[in-house]
Each structure stands twice: as structure tokens, then as C-alpha cells.
Nanobody, 120 residues
Framework: VQLQASGGGLVQAGGSLRLSCAASGSTFSVNAWGWYRQDPGKQRELVASISSRGTTVYADSVKGRFTISRDNAKNTVYLQMNSLKPEDTAVYYC???????????????WGQGTQVTVSS
């Protein structure tokens, strides 16, 4: 299973961006998706996650501004980011945890990262 993230870019403070991450590969099912971000020299941190049942978790710093959603038919997860702040600047990574039905193996994979830069 491979993940392809897109949607990053440069935006002014107060603006919005929408990140997408699509999973591809053999027959599989994604149980949980996550969006993480990382600044140079800092640890990667969880931004938001969504379970197979649609249960969402958000970092306190993004609550009320970011929304995570998933489209199971498209094996895609989205992160709608509104009211962006300069401190949201980071490389954003998507993560998927699930099972490959062909091999019966579980997987935990990461996308390649997409840069989000918020100017003040």
C-alpha cells in the first residue's frame, strides 16, 4: 500500500488549504488515518486522526480550525485547514493503518509529506 499526499502550498495567515492523501495498492482496507506535521528539529506531532467508525481526534492547537474526513470509496483522507496561522507551517504527513487482504498482513504506512507555509 502506498500513500500519495497533495494540497500543500503557501498561504497567508487566515487563509485555508485542503490536503488530500490517497492510498493505492492491492486489495486493502484502511482502519485509521492520521495527519501529522513536523518542523525541522522538532518531533513529528499528531494533528488529527479518524477511525474506521469516523471517530476523530484533534490536537488542541488545531481544534475548531481543522477538519479531518475520509472517503472510503476513494481510499482517501482529507484535512481541511481554515484560519491558518504562521505556527501551522510544517511538513504535513499522512499515515494509514490497515490490512492488506491479499497477504493478510497489517500495514502502517506514511505519505511523502507536503509542505504547508503560512505567511504572516
Amino acid at each position: 500500500v502506498q500513500l500519495q499526499a497533495s494540497g500543500g502550498g503557501l498561504v497567508q495567515a487566515g487563509g485555508s488549504l485542503r490536503l488530500s492523501c490517497a492510498a493505492s495498492g492491492s486489495t486493502f482496507s484502511v482502519n485509521a488515518w492520521g495527519w501529522y506535521r513536523q518542523d525541522p528539529g522538532k518531533q513529528r506531532e499528531l494533528v488529527a486522526s479518524i477511525s474506521s467508525r469516523g471517530t476523530t481526534v484533534y490536537a488542541d492547537s488545531v481544534k475548531g480550525r481543522f477538519t479531518i474526513s475520509r472517503d472510503n470509496a476513494k481510499n482517501t483522507v482529507y484535512l481541511q485547514m481554515n484560519s491558518l496561522k504562521p505556527e501551522d507551517t510544517a511538513v504535513y504527513y499522512c499515515n494509514a493503518v490497515g490490512r492488506d487482504f491479499k497477504t493478510s498482513n497489517g500495514f502502517n504506512v506514511w505519505g511523502q509529506g507536503t509542505q504547508v507555509t503560512v505567511s504572516s
